[in-house]
């Protein structure tokens, strides 16, 4: 187990390191320049080139990355040159809120998800689970932003029960108003996880409910629930956590999309704004982040998978 | 697990019951739409930005929404014969938001700041026919200039050109300070900007609101949707189609005014085929920039010659414009060498629905007229680098500036900067007409001139400016004593919440 966990962790370093030079290289092939972006309208030719000298944009591109990659190793994610600040306490502050986000829909997924699946599948072909289907159905093939702008415009602007948008800190407002920000937002993110998670577990479940070893405890007499529980779902459940591992990584674009819907002050409104503004460094910086994020989870699955199904484990004995 | 649908349910409920404490009392909330790059007023590019200049800081002289330039800072002015000397008077007493007492020495060192081509102020290029600015008491500050120049006062209206402190440039970045009706309290980016009253503002009894948010929504519907739902209460730059539909929704008010920023095709003159001015006045023949207003602007806007708008007393209001005909402009094309008319693709910018729209009517309205254009859409933010001067047509359009001259001189004279980078036009007449309002004092001689300039440019066109735009804002039924500024910006001094 314990070299099973090195290599794993080895290997993500790995992933780390050519991903910050993948990222290095496509932020610099998008076209514009951030003397442009930060000129405007004034851009002349020679205010363009005093700035891209006062910026290092005139290095070679192996220097610009040896620096951005020798910094990061110092723990300093650069500056973002568009506001003029460091950008690791933007980029972190932004994330806390984020990972707000993120984490309520990841719990609300995962709980209501393997719920809705688990009631699904034992009362497959009933008024219920047509109902929850084709919900199901309409939820993964209609996009995240239409759901968003529809919740604004019935629960906030129609019927005046939730805020548009935002985001109130728990400390200055209170829980409510904190929570009345993230209510929308969460469902939204979550409703098509949710019908993409649902929908495995159903099946999974409809295939274990039907296996020789679930009919062989039935006539042993066992109650329903013991079935269910004891025999059913610990197999139907491994595809849901692997599928879980992979939401993650939609539930982090995702999140773009929900906080510009919502104007939620969170990384995915750092992230476009560095993109539109041609902020650079504080894409690399916000992009590098997000791919760590993305590689930790998936080290998590990994190791929790192989904790769950021995078949996987590697390394022989096992604790 | 905690969260189950009921309990998601009675949060909603419960949330119903919050929502009216919400704000703080007095707290105006204005919903723009990007988040601020800089909080220095000298370093500010665009209008989000500029609606914050215009909240935390004075400059030497504003201009109220009839456009009229009245003293803000300055306490008067006056200018030597040759117009090259000017002397500004300060207003006594007034205080920086840190307490410190503000003095000429700060003006002083804020224009010289700004003139340094190291600091790279976007504010530089309009204002490079001031040579030094000196304070010779603590409240008198003499602006020397290159050239003669008329306009000086107009033109320190302008958003980046504010007062700030000498002392406190270093922290300008983060916690800048000013003299202005609002303090600044924090910045969360992609969030919003808190400001605070200025409790020893310059202006007794001003400001009236306890404060302002600026509020950042980037998705047009959902801002509409939360000045709907009452998280915002004025709604910044509506966009000119929903004018009409949130005009007629009861509790919001829209106000949409004329303004002089102006939109235009950008035809290259130093490179086929735009270089021969018979195309240029093909191009002209075959559209009428009424059907360009009310197609591409949803009828908010007025067809101007120039970036001197219809509104202004400048304007040729008796020019003649040849009426819309494609058989004299295909006659034009056929005498330039194209009697098969001209193919060529047009550059439109993404992000820009506007002039995207103008791109798709010109390509539709000016077919019958010879031309053929394909369309091409590129980003604007790669708009400057890689179109600017390269192609030989494409749309932009730029903001008011604050002064008539700085408005036409830069497009259109010779050799300056703006027309360096658009057109590259070049026309005897129109440089001595520009030249002679810039350098004299006198009214009459600057409006004789700008209408000479006007009627030269309707024969020998540059590029097309098809018109100037609207501006629009809402607002809530309960905010008073706002109103929409042409120059995109707010003053709100005088607004109150009820």
Request: glycine share 8%; charged share 15%.
């Amino acid at each position: 187990m314990a070299g099973h966990l090195l290599y794993r962790l080895l290997s993500t370093l790995g992933v780390l390191l050519v991903m910050s030079m993948l990222i290095f290289a496509i932020v610099h092939i998008l076209p514009g320049n951030v003397a442009y972006a930060i000129l405007g309208e004034y851009a002349t030719k020679d205010a363009v080139a005093v700035l891209q000298a006062k910026l290092g944009l005139n290095d070679p591109l192996p220097v610009q990355y040896w620096h951005w990659l020798s910094g990061m190793l110092h723990g300093n994610l650069g500056d973002s040159v568009m506001m003029q600040r460091p950008a690791a306490p933007l980029i972190l502050d932004a994330l806390g809120r984020s990972a707000i986000l993120a984490g309520l829909s990841f719990l609300l997924v995962a709980s209501c998800g393997i719920t809705l699946g688990v009631f699904a599948a034992t009362h497959q072909g009933r008024a219920f689970d047509r109902i929850a289907t084709f919900a199901q159905l309409l939820f993964i093939a209609i996009p995240e932003f239409f759901w968003g702008i529809l919740a604004v415009l019935v629960f906030a602007s129609w019927m005046h029960l939730l805020p548009a948008t935002g985001y109130d800190p728990l400390s200055e407002s209170g829980l409510l108003h904190w929570i009345s920000h993230l209510i929308l937002p969460v469902l939204v993110l979550s409703c098509g996880l949710l019908a993409h998670v649902s929908r495995l577990t159903r099946s999974a479940m409809i295939d274990v409910l039907q296996s020789r070893y679930v009919l062989a405890a039935r006539a042993k007499g066992f109650s329903a629930a013991r079935v269910l529980g004891r025999h059913a779902l610990p197999n139907a459940l491994l595809p849901a956590i692997t599928i879980l591992a992979i939401d993650f990584g939609l539930l982090i674009g995702g999140v773009v999309v929900i906080e510009t819907v919502f104007a939620f002050p969170g990384l995915g409104r750092l992230l476009v704004f560095s993109i539109e503004h041609h902020d650079l460094p504080l894409l690399q910086a916000g992009m590098m982040v997000v791919t760590a994020i993305y590689a930790l989870a998936n080290l998590l699955a990994d190791l929790s998978y192989a904790a769950l199904n021995p078949r996987i484990r590697v390394g022989g004995a096992t604790a | 697990m905690s969260l189950t649908r009921r309990s998601l349910i009675a949060a909603s409920l419960a949330a119903t019951t919050i929502r009216a404490a919400r704000a703080a009392p007095g707290v105006l909330r204005v919903g723009i739409s990007t988040s601020l790059n800089g909080l220095d007023p000298l370093m500010t590019t665009t209008g989000d930005e500029y609606i914050f200049d215009n909240l935390c800081f004075n400059g030497l002289t504003r201009m109220r929404e009839d456009l009229v330039v009245e003293p803000d800072l300055a306490a008067s002015w006056s200018y030597s014969d040759d117009l090259k000397r000017w002397t500004f008077k300060l207003k006594q007493g007034v205080k920086f938001h840190d307490g410190s007492v503000m003095e000429a020495a700060d003006v002083a060192a804020m224009f010289t700041r700004m003139l340094d081509p190291a600091t790279v102020s976007p504010a530089r290029s309009q204002n490079d026919m001031i040579d030094t600015v000196v304070a010779t008491d603590p409240s008198t500050v003499v602006f020397n200039l290159k050239v003669p120049y008329g306009g000086l006062a107009d033109i320190l209206t302008d958003r980046q050109v504010k007062i700030t402190p000498r002392s406190a440039v270093a922290q300008m970045k983060t916690k800048p300070i000013g003299t202005g009706p609002f303090k600044f309290v924090s910045y969360t980016p992609g969030d919003r900007v808190v400001l605070t009253r200025n409790p020893d503002y310059f202006e007794v009894g001003l400001p009236k609101v306890a404060g302002v948010e600026l509020r950042i929504i980037p998705e047009i519907s959902v801002r509409v949707a939360a000045l709907q739902a009452g998280d915002i209460d004025i709604l910044w730059d509506l966009p000119l189609e929903q004018v009409k539909e949130v005009a007629g929704q009861s509790g919001l008010r829209a106000e949409s005014i004329p303004t002089a920023s102006w939109d235009g095709a950008v035809l290259n003159n130093a490179i086929p085929p735009f270089n021969d001015v018979r195309v240029r006045q093909a191009f002209h023949l075959g559209v009428d920039k009424k059907d360009l207003v009310e197609l591409a602007l949803f009828g908010q806007g007025l067809p101007t010659i120039s970036p001197i708008p219809p509104t202004h007393p400048f304007y040729a209001k008796d020019a003649v414009i040849p009426p819309i005909d494609p058989a004299a402009a295909r006659k034009l094309l056929a005498a330039a060498g194209h009697p098969d008319g001209i193919k060529i693709t047009m550059i439109t910018p993404i992000g820009r629905p506007l002039r995207e729209r103008l791109g798709v009517t010109l390509q539709q309205l000016l077919k019958p007229a010879g031309f053929d254009f394909q369309i091409q859409r590129v980003p604007y933010s790669s708009y400057t680098a890689e179109v600017s001067g390269k192609a030989p047509i494409y749309i932009d359009g730029f903001f008011a500036r604050p002064t008539i001259d700085t408005s036409t001189f830069p497009f259109l004279h010779t050799g300056a900067s703006w027309n360096n980078q658009l057109w590259h036009y070049s026309n005897p007449a129109v440089d001595k007409a520009l030249e002679t309002a810039r350098t004299s004092g006198d009214a009459t001689v600057q409006k004789t001139n700008y209408i000479a300039m006007q009627k030269e440019l309707v024969t020998t066109p540059a590029g097309m400016f098809c018109y100037v735009t609207n501006f629009a804002c809402a607002f809530r039924g309960n905010v008073d004593g706002v109103h929409t500024h042409p120059m995109r910006w707010f003053d709100l001094r005088h607004a109150t919440l009820s």
